[in-house]
């Protein structure tokens, strides 16, 4: 069968030859677009990568079978030899900058004058092999799951670090804590308040536990209790006198005790605010190797487990009605909002006392005068 497919752009390169494949994904060059296809390119700055489609112009007469690189003998569909019976290439690239039809882009290893086919972005959900995809929708949490069973305590804190942004020694305790406190309730979380975990403190602890048990801020399986503890209760609704308690002991003594030098930086940039741009790439390094050391040591070393905790449960999130602020306009859930002469106001317009959750932990603030 044949098929029709069109150039849509050319490449401009400093490579008029094939060179190295590292030396040619390491540097830039230019997609130069056709007239015609001008309002294809209508938003493509919204993404960052690209997989370019391109036709090797160059090649050879195709070969099925024959020694690839490193000198192993492979299938033409089993490399990526730029003689195959379709001498089409692919590769990720990204996208530097735009100006009218030039798109000059980073990445892409083909030479100078070679046809270019198509563009598409590139996207992680169809590009990036993932062998769990098809149950994400079912079972959201199903590879958290499985390393909780698996005690994938690193990865669990690889995972961890897409939202906490860095890794920290309070970060790997709270995964472990979770992970510790999962196992011993023998669950899994669902993210629907039938497991909720209550912390008492806001530090980086929190996020590892977050993550692992599924309890979050807004699923509301996270309660919050402002005792300033580095501490973990994570207790089934179906079986609340059967919680089980983590509290990091010593929490300032296990820095202080095995990783001084870690220590000493972290009191000299974060506590002080005195350390250079360097010293503080040095802490973030430095953090992370203490993270990453902490969470492969035996729980008990570091935290005190306690089962059969009795907690008095909330009953779950009520869901409000809305009320209309007669100030702002904005709606309001109900029973948050502040009567005055008959209509009912939101709390920022009234400008009364509020609760706010922050650094320093829960706190009152007054109207400001
Ligand atoms: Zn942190
Ligand atoms: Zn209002």
Not at 169 to 188: D, F, I, N, Q, S
Not at 243 to 252: A, I, L, P, Q, T
Request: proline share 6%; net charge negative; with cysteine.
């Amino acid at each position: 069968m044949d098929f029709n497919v069109t150039q849509i752009g050319t490449v401009d390169s400093e490579f008029e030859q094939p060179t190295g494949p590292d030396e040619m994904r390491d540097a830039e060059c230019t997609i130069v677009v056709d007239d015609a296809y001008e309002d294809a390119l209508y938003r493509i700055e919204d993404n960052d990568h690209f997989k370019i489609v391109f036709y090797i112009h160059e090649a050879d007469e195709p070969t099925l079978r024959g020694p690839r690189r490193y000198g192993v003998e492979r299938g033409t569909f089993a490399c990526r030899s730029p003689n195959r019976p379709s001498p089409i290439g692919t590769t990720t690239v990204e996208l530097l900058e735009r100006d009218g039809l030039e798109l000059r882009v980073r990445g892409l290893d083909a030479i100078d004058g070679t046809p270019v086919l198509d563009i598409k972005p590139y996207a992680p959900s169809l590009d990036q092999p993932d062998e769990q995809d098809e149950d994400r929708c079912e079972a959201p949490r199903g590879r958290i799951e499985r390393a909780i069973r698996n005690r994938e305590r690193e990865e669990l804190l690889l995972r961890t670090g897409e939202i906490h942004g860095h890794f920290c020694p309070y970060l790997a305790l709270g995964v472990m804590a979770g992970v510790h406190a999962m196992r011993e309730l023998k669950t899994e979380s669902e993210g629907m308040e039938d497991i909720v975990a209550i912390v008492e403190t806001n530090s980086c602890f929190a996020d590892g536990v977050q993550i692992v048990t599924g309890c979050t801020f807004g699923n509301n399986a996270l309660i919050y209790r402002d005792f300033g503890k580095t501490a973990v209760t994570l207790v089934s609704r179906d079986n609340p006198d059967e919680g089980v308690r983590v509290h990091v002991k010593e929490r300032e003594e296990i820095i202080e005790r095995d990783y001084p030098a870690a220590r000493e930086l972290f009191d000299r940039v974060i506590g002080e605010g005195k350390g250079t741009p360097a010293d503080r790439e040095r802490l973030t390094e430095r953090w992370a190797e203490v993270a990453f050391d902490l969470i492969e040591r035996p729980i008990h070393d570091l935290c005190d487990v306690e089962s059969g905790v009795a907690v008095d449960l909330p009953d779950r999130a009520p869901v409000f009605e809305d009320a209309i602020c007669a100030d702002c306009g904005e709606s309001v859930m109900a029973p948050k909002a502040v009567e005055r002469d008959g209509e009912r106001y939101c709390r920022d317009c009234v400008d009364g006392s509020f609760l706010q959750l922050d650094g320093r932990g829960l706190g009152r603030i007054e109207p400001s005068e």
